[in-house]
């Protein structure tokens, strides 16, 4: 509710001096409103932002002089005018904006009412053509109650029936002005105000339709109305006033002002924009002027607002002239900023606050970039106490003596003497050898027995007699710790002291007990070797903030949790660390302070938005009171609060769907919560645009999205705004979206439901006619056959009965021939007996004989005799122990069996000068000639036994060796005798000549050696 125009700016210096000499005007507060602003660099094209409103879905739209703009939290997307494009909006002179369900209703500067459909996506004209020009002109939209609306027109107003689409045309009461209406409201159930700028108060009946002047005595120029508890707040040109129901005991609480636009912020308090400035009334209270000042530190002055818009989520939005839209949130300044202002040091230079101790309620002492600080909290005063090298104060402790001491970068070791209110310095003296090691004094540990433990940057830590004023070199496991900028004593007495080279922990005694650092077994290590904060929790946890995050301590276990960069933990340098009551872990960082929630391990962070001194801290610059509150110091002031205090945002985000694409390119649809999107098969790159509507703080919003069907849980937390999914299979997937703003809680997801369908080869209907088809070509398939199948049958039954006669008459021809074979074979058996018998015979005949000749022959004779009786017993031994049809035989066996009855014969003529020794593996059944296998072994057993001993050893042997390898059999006679030449047998024996030929008729191969003793290996083919 607005009042846009500038023309009765005028009037205004005229009537100030009599209305500011009114009595019961109310006094006026002060205060800051923090804001942002949403210009140009949001996409707004022009900053003169005449209308604003809401819709259902939460958008806020802005109409300018060049264009509608709807804002989704991040960026404005534009609607312009197209006179060749009958889509676009026909007027982008936009004077006044309403949404009221599915429609924003646009009054535009020279076609009259608008309206937007926004499921739809399209734009209409209430009337297209309006003979009455003055109804092309309109001014503002106003509702009256669900059914009916109210626009406003130069010289007339409409009521309009959203549901019968009727309306009511009203003429305004008019002089030689142009009139309109500015605001309107209730009086009862059928009468309204309306406040014009040209004819007064009036009252409208709705259902008669009359329009009737009214007048408020004492007020004129009436320009805005609203209603309250007991009567009305209204704005004038001149002032400010409250009015009960009646309309007669008034009230004035502000002079001298003209009120643009009044619109409610809570139940009994009102934001008030006047022509150069923005109040806030409320009926206990009173007035509030406010300084309206951005997050850049802009200040708005004048501010001129013409219309206000606010919604239940505690945002307010003011559409101002010249300056854009200005942006506020009640739950944004969650913090309170100290900036130090002192004397000697210019307003404009901003002034780096680090350590803190509180030494009474109204004294706090304050170590800055240019030395101590003292600041008096009641009178809100800052002193700078100037010393030597003044700089970075760095440390604060007290002794138990109650003496403060401060210790800085360059500033040594100070002193506070009260009775002068001067600190005493500290410095290392270069030709003193009892002095301070280090001017750069990081650390003060207060210790019993008034000493102090200097740590410093160089030169170690150093032990301070406070009453002799020396000073004591102090080693921590046998070496002096540099750099040791921060220590605990815990709950248990115990010592903790965090360096540039890690943590080290000291017993109760001072005892050396642990080193900590990020080098050592992964479950006991530190984030980093460079530590800047120690605290301990309520449980005992020791927590250690370093420049590369956190780090909790289990002091018992040793174990270690590291804690780094992540949602809401946007930067892990970790220069203070503070825990409060509920064992939350509160850290200052370069981008702000992030809170541990210790339970869940979920971080929040809050930035120079939510009212910090700036995004960044400094070093030591955490501080805890007895009273519970925190001092965080940063670059430009600090932050006092009590962490309890401190309120989120109690909303979720609102997402929704920003559009969608299909191969990158956008298509045309307005998407709502439930809606389904079909696509082809062959639309397979399928991105979703989303996003949020957090009016506060939307760059700290996270998303997490999950497609149903294909994805098998919610993707991580991110602040990408869009979601790809290619090469999805034909089917229905559900498409999930949620939104967080660090608060670890997440919004009721966004639906969107997919079907991707298929091509006509991959539908169910295509898919069951396809198995009814190849089902019946299987039935007309197996009938066929069948069928064939009998008459093939019935065929060859015929055959089978032909083919089984003729096999009869052959089987009885074949029986008959088989038992004549069979005779013929017993007959030849028979002979081939009755010829072994008589073989054998001869050959003992032809034994028995060679036995005689050898008795009347010299002994040379006789020894070839006795060789030829041999292998004529070896052939009839063979003969008779072999079966006539047998092919193969079992070499082993053969072997056992026929060796010994060699050396039996040959023992008939001698002693046996040498032991036999068998050495058979199993070789299985080989067909080969038994007959040449013998002779050969006869051969070679009997040179053995004739020509390899002289006389008989006990150490003398004859070693037979059989195996098979593969398919080869490996035949070894190996005796340790005197061994022979071949001369030295040739005129005595057949020798080995013989021995080889026969082992060539066996197709195998004869090795010999003479070296050592006598080794004969023969290899024959195992078949």
Known sequence: MKFPYSIFKIIVVGLCVFMHCQTGVSQILSDTLMVNHLGQDKGLVQLNANALTQDENGFLWVGTEDGLHRFNGYEFKLFTASPNDSNTIQDDHIRGLYAKGDTLWIASNTKGILGYQLSKNKFFALKKNNKNLNLGISYGIFPLNEDFLLFSFKNYATVYNTKTKREVIVKLPTNSRESRVLDVDAINETEYIFTTSASGPLVFNIKTGIVKPFKIEGLELITQIEALADGFLIGTITGIYTVDKQFKSLKKYVDGVSVNHISKKSEGTFFIATQDKLLEFNEADGVTSYIVKDTSKKIYKPFTANEIVSDENGN???????????????????????????????????????????????????????????????????????????????????????????????????????????????????????????????????????????????????????????????????????????????????????????????????EFEHHFTETAAKEKSLTSNRIFAINEDNNGFIWIGTSSGITKLNTTTLQTEKFIKQKGFPNDFVYSLLIDEVNNVWVSTNKGISVLNSKTKEFKNYT????????????????????????????????????????????????????????????????????????????????????????????????????????????????????????????????????????????????????????????????????????????????????????????????????????????????????????????????????????????????????????????????????????????????????????????????????????????????????????LKRTGFCEVNTTLLGLILNELVTNTFKYAFKTYNKDNYLKISCEKINHTLLITLEDNGCGYTLDEIKSSSLGVGLVSDMVSQLDGALETNTDNGVVNSIKIDCK
């Not at 010829?835 to 022959?857: D, G, M, Y």
């Open 316 to 510: 307010t939005w003011f559409g101002t002239e010249g300056d854009g839209v200005v942006h506020y949130n009640s739950f944004q300044k969650k913090f309170e900023t100290n900036r130090v202002r002192l004397n000697d040091v210019l307003k404009s230079t901003n002034i780096n606050i680090f350590p803190f101790y509180k030494d009474t309620d109204s004294l706090l002492w304050l170590g800055s970039s240019f030395g101590v600080v003292k600041h008096n909290t009641y009178k809100n005063t800052y002193k700078l106490y100037k010393h030597k090298n003044a700089n970075i104060i760095y440390a604060f402790a007290k002794d138990e003596n109650n003496t403060l001491w401060a210790g800085g970068i360059f500033d040594g070791l100070l002193k506070y003497i009260p009775s002068e209110d001067r600190f005493k310095q500290y410095l290392k003296h270069p030709y003193k050898e009892n002095t301070l090691p280090d001017n750069e004094v990081l650390e003060i540990i207060p210790m019993p027995d008034n000493k102090l433990w200097l740590c410093t940057w160089t030169g170690g830590i150093s032990e301070f007699n406070t009453e002799t004023e020396t000073f004591t070199p102090i080693l921590i496991n046998g070496k002096r710790i540099n750099r040791a900028r921060i220590s605990l004593k815990d709950s248990k007495g115990n010592l903790w002291l965090g360096t540039d080279e890690g943590l080290y922990k000291l017993n109760s005694s001072l």
């Open 608 to 919: 120079s938005e939510d009212g910090l001194q700036n995004n960044e801290f400094n070093g030591k610059s955490g501080y805890k009171d007895k009273d519970g509150y925190f001092y965080f110091g940063g670059i430009d002031g600090f932050n006092k609060f009590q962490p309890s205090q401190i309120k989120d945002y109690p909303y979720q985000p609102k997402v929704y769907f920003e559009s969608v694409e299909l191969f990158n390119a956008p298509i045309e649809s307005t998407l709502r919560n439930n809606d389904t999107l079909y696509f082809k098969s062959d639309e397979n790159v399928i991105t979703l645009n989303f996003s949020s509507l957090s009016y506060l703080n939307p760059e700290k919003t996270f998303y997490r999205y999950k497609l149903d069907n294909f994805d098998e849980s919610w993707s991580p937390s991110t602040q990408r705004q869009n979601a790809t999914y290619t090469n999805l299979n034909p089917g229905e997937y559900t498409f999930y979206v949620s939104a967080s703003q660090m608060t670890g809680q997440w919004s009721d997801p966004k639906v969107l439901n997919i079907v991707v369908k298929p091509l006509w080869y991959q539908t169910i209907v295509f898919k069951i006619l396809l198995v009814l088809f190849i089902f019946a070509m299987g039935v007309y398939i197996v009938l066929r056959e069948t069928n064939a199948l009998k008459r093939d049958k019935e065929k060859l039954s015929k055959l089978v009965d032909q083919r089984t006669q003729d096999l009869l008459l052959k089987n009885k021809a074949l029986e008959k021939a088989n038992k004549k074979t069979s005779q013929q074979k017993d007959n030849i058996s028979f002979l081939m007996k009755e010829l072994n018998h008589r073989v054998k015979n001869n050959l003992q005949i032809i034994s028995s004989l060679l036995n005689i000749q050898s008795a009347t022959v010299d002994s040379q004779a006789k020894d070839s005799l006795l060789i030829a009786k041999n292998r004529i017993l070896a052939i009839a031994y063979i003969q008779n122990e072999i079966q006539i049809d047998q092919k193969k035989i079992n070499v082993k066996k053969f072997i056992e069996e026929f060796v010994p009855r060699i050396l039996q014969l040959l023992a008939d003529d001698g002693l046996m000068k040498f032991e036999i020794i068998y050495n």
